[in-house]
């Protein structure tokens, strides 16, 4: 039996019969699961489910023992043994009841007494039945757990078919008689008829029991509706014939029918035995069609019955012979399920399993059994892009409200829906295991699981439940770490499923909404405990982030603009840099692609003079890779060619004699002069090394010859120690130019710049009350002359005066005067204070 199902016995315990047996038959969850998707999970949420919202709770121990709500009252649970014989013995009544109650509506007009007595005992047995129906426990349709409550187990048959059951253990005989034999009252007889039912059911368990040949069981059955339907049929031929008249019986089948020298006109005083077998073979020749016309219909509601007899009959002929042809070519679902289930027994049985994987493997073989409308049964045939609408149809609204994928794009819903699998699950499964690998991500559609946590004494408790719309397995899979918890089944469920690396893959190209998932995940697990992971998921947060930088770079480097934009629009940074500390712009700079460079400084909080760990800019890279046509886009943009180290960048390329690249460092704005470690110019360089175009460029471009290096030695003093005459010359020719120039520049400073500052007449400590108004002079080249024009200027009298600062400080140079300084002016022989 699956799990969760009681014992026999009311201690809940299975005798070895019963256990044996239930390696074999299969409990049919027809009455749980209906056909249609929406009605096997149909939320319960009428007045008939509602009785006790306290055994609504879910927990564990509920869960291992597959019963909910029992109460303390009387509850007779559906595998109790006394129960089991008591559901034979009144299958022994249905099958008595369902042949008896043609014959009596059509051969008797009140029962003989003895046969009263036995329809009486048939009505008391069925009235049993219907009270205990009432203390019956059942399995909820929705939770696939058993329901002990009296009250919904009274509810629910009430609704179903206790009406019925009733109004067939009425005494319809007495009732007849005492209503003074109405004809109408017989038809009533046919509600007895509900108790086929029972039949049916028996023929149900039959065929999924795999100790019975399966086309033993299948022709038996197909042997039975057609014995039993013409059954039925002579029983009605047979009434047809005796509700006409008396002195018209001739006008009917049985009463004009003459075989041989036989005549049927007084049928009725014929033996029960003749009339029934002629009945009965009249309702075979009609139903075969193969009859020579002895037997025929005489009046018009014969005609009538026989015209909607046969009709039925090409039905049920064609039912025959298509059940018939199934068993032949082996192809209907029960058949394969009683393969399957042979040869999961058969390996269970090699391998002693232990019981509760047992009951699990079977459980979820007869739910697959009973669910098999799933996409795999069904769509596998259509094609892939029908089968995606039909999974937009169908899942897409549940992804939508799983807090996973919250703020994510439509497109990424759009991918993870078509990627997904439907599947149930019973309640008592383990779908993940604590500490397990993770490879499957899983949402819940219908039904209630819960995760588990082991304490660090080793017991269990429930971290949380995972109602409808959550997701389970995203810790493991996004952070490669193991399953922090176990996950188990509480209700049936119904769940979608996704593998790791479908949902990785998705990840890969929306890398926008692969961020937003790793927030969602970290905001929704907030309240669990998942410390011990902290570590395992900055790491891994970290090395995801490194490896979108470094896909960023890839795309960059390799001109794959598509790609690039992709990746931006998805999240990635562009200020993002490789080990190295490179940009993408730093890599489309250097291969020299303009429309990525174009793309990326126009992208909002680009750093476009970012330097990688070299002290590089994207505008270097472009410089020295030759890209003018880059270098001029990025300085049209602003960026500026910043170089930590400029001397030794020029030196470098004086050295190799690149006089491109010294070309397009100096016009870029890098300064010639700019020293090396050991103080040297570029032009050192080219002095020394005898670099005659070198030199003249750097000269052209601004180059002094009269900086020293450490040792003190100008550009020309190396050019004398190579010897290069001509480079002397050109030296010597700039010395005496730049001497020239630096003469007029000095001059013409001294011309025109000029300082001017404020003397005030009194000491800068005195009160503000004995201060008087300053004037301001331009500053003259000495000290003489400003005390001179300061004291012509305020009148002072004095015969020796001096300059101050405003903190008393003598000044005896006019060098020392700021420009715009203020100066007090004190008379150099009154005593100071």
Not at 41 to 51: A, M, P, Q, V, W
Not at 89 to 111: C, D, K, N
Not at 389 to 397: A, D, E, G, M
Not at 773 to 798: C, Y
């Amino acid at each position: 039996m699956t799990r969760g199902v009681v014992g026999d016995h009311d201690d809940g315990e299975k005798d070895d019969h019963e256990l044996e047996d239930s390696d074999f038959q299969v409990e049919s969850v027809r009455d749980r699961l209906h056909s249609s998707r929406a009605s096997r999970f149909e939320l319960i949420t009428n007045e008939f489910y509602r009785f006790d919202k306290a055994h609504r709770g879910f927990s564990r121990e509920r869960v291992i023992d597959g019963i909910r709500g029992f109460s303390q009252g009387f509850v007779i649970l559906p595998n109790n043994r006394f129960y089991r014989v008591w559901t034979k013995i009144i299958l022994l009544w249905a099958i008595y009841s369902s042949v008896f109650t043609p014959i009596e509506f059509g051969f008797f007009r009140g029962l003989p007494k003895n046969l009263h007595f036995l329809d009486i005992a048939g009505q008391v047995a069925f009235l049993i039945d219907i009270v205990l129906q009432f203390f019956v426990a059942f399995r909820d349709k929705h939770t696939y757990l058993m329901i002990g409550d009296r009250t919904p187990i009274a509810f629910r048959y009430l609704k179903s078919t206790f009406i019925i059951d009733f109004l067939s253990c009425l005494p319809w005989d007495v009732i007849y008689r005492k209503s003074g034999k109405k004809e109408v009252v017989r038809y009533l007889l046919w509600i007895r008829l509900i108790r086929v039912r029972k039949v049916t059911e028996f023929f149900q368990q039959m065929e999924k029991d795999i100790r019975i040949n399966y086309l033993f069981t299948r022709i038996v059955k197909l042997i039975t509706v057609e014995v039993y339907c013409t059954h039925t049929a002579a029983c009605i031929f047979y009434h047809l014939a005796t509700t006409v008249p008396a002195n018209k019986e001739g006008y009917t089948w049985i009463g004009s029918l003459k075989l041989g020298d036989y005549s049927y006109s007084n049928f009725r005083e014929i033996d029960f035995g003749k009339r029934y077998l002629t009945s009965l073979y009249f309702a075979i020749v009609t139903m075969a069609t193969v009859g020579y016309g002895d037997i025929h219909a005489v009046n018009i509601r014969e005609m009538i019955f026989i015209m909607i007899y046969v009709s039925f009959d090409m039905i049920l002929g064609a039912y025959l012979i298509g059940n018939m042809t199934a068993l032949i070519v082996k192809g209907s679902k029960t058949v394969r399920f009683r393969d399957k289930m042979t040869d999961l027994l058969k390996y269970m049985n090699r391998n002693k399993l232990g019981k509760d994987i047992r009951d699990q493997i079977k459980g979820h073989v007869r739910l697959e059994y009973e669910s098999s409308y799933t996409e795999l049964a069904v769509l596998q045939d259509l094609p892939a892009s029908i089968r995606a609408k039909i999974s937009q149809t169908l899942y897409k609204p549940y992804i939508e409200e799983v807090s996973l994928f919250r703020g994510c794009s439509p497109e990424l819903k759009s991918q993870i829906v078509i990627r997904l699998h439907e599947e149930f699950f019973l309640p008592g499964e383990v779908l993940l295991e604590q500490g397990s690998a993770v490879d499957q991500l899983y949402f819940v559609c219908q039904g209630m699981l819960e995760e588990v946590g082991r304490t660090e004494d080793g017991s269990e408790e429930t971290v949380s439940s995972l109602p409808p719309y959550s997701s389970f397995g995203e810790l493991s899979i996004l952070f490669n770490i193991p399953q922090p918890y176990t996950v188990q089944v509480l209700e049936l469920c119904r769940l979608l499923r996704i593998d790791k690396q479908s949902f990785m893959n998705v990840l890969d190209i929306y890398s926008s909404d692969a961020q937003i998932i790793l927030k969602n995940v970290l905001e929704g697990k907030e309240s669990m405990r998942i410390k011990q992971f902290e570590s395992d998921i900055t790491f891994h947060i970290g090395k995801q982030e490194a490896e979108l930088a470094s896909r960023v770079n890839i795309a960059a480097f390799q001109g794959d603009l598509y790609r690039l934009k992709e990746l931006i629009r998805g999240g990635a940074h562009p200020n993002k840099t490789d080990y190295d500390g490179r940009s993408p712009l730093h890599l489309a700079a250097s291969r020299g692609y303009e429309d990525i460079t174009l793309f990326l400084i126009e992208l909002d909080g680009v750093d476009i003079n970012i330097p990688d760990k070299f002290g590089n800019t994207p505008l270097f890279e472009a410089i020295k890779n030759g890209h003018d046509r880059v270098a001029s886009l990025l300085t049209k943009h602003g960026a500026s060619l910043d170089i930590d180290d400029g001397g030794n960048c020029l030196c470098l390329a004086v050295a190799k004699g690149d006089s491109d690249f010294l070309k397009r460092l100096l016009s870029n704005g890098v300064d010639p002069n700019s020293r090396d470690y050991d103080h040297r110019t570029p032009l050192h360089v080219a002095a020394a090394e005898g670099l005659y175009l070198m030199a003249k460029l750097l000269l052209e471009a601004g180059a002094s010859v009269f900086l020293k290096d450490r040792w003190g030695r100008t550009p020309l003093d190396e050019a004398r120690s190579s010897g290069n005459n001509k480079l002397i010359e050109l030296l010597e020719v700039a010395k005496s130019t730049q001497a020239q120039l630096l003469d007029c520049t000095q001059e013409f400073q001294e011309r025109t710049v000029k300082k001017r500052c404020t003397v005030f007449p009194f000491h800068p400590q005195d009160p503000k009350e004995s201060r008087r108004v300053g004037i301001a002079l331009w500053v003259p080249h000495s000290m003489d002359e400003l005390i001179k024009e300061a004291a012509k200027q305020l009148r002072l009298t004095g015969s020796s005066y001096i300059i101050v600062s405003e903190d008393v400080g003598k000044i005896l140079d006019v060098d020392m005067i700021s420009d715009g300084q203020k100066l007090y002016v004190l008379d150099d022989e009154a005593p100071q204070t």
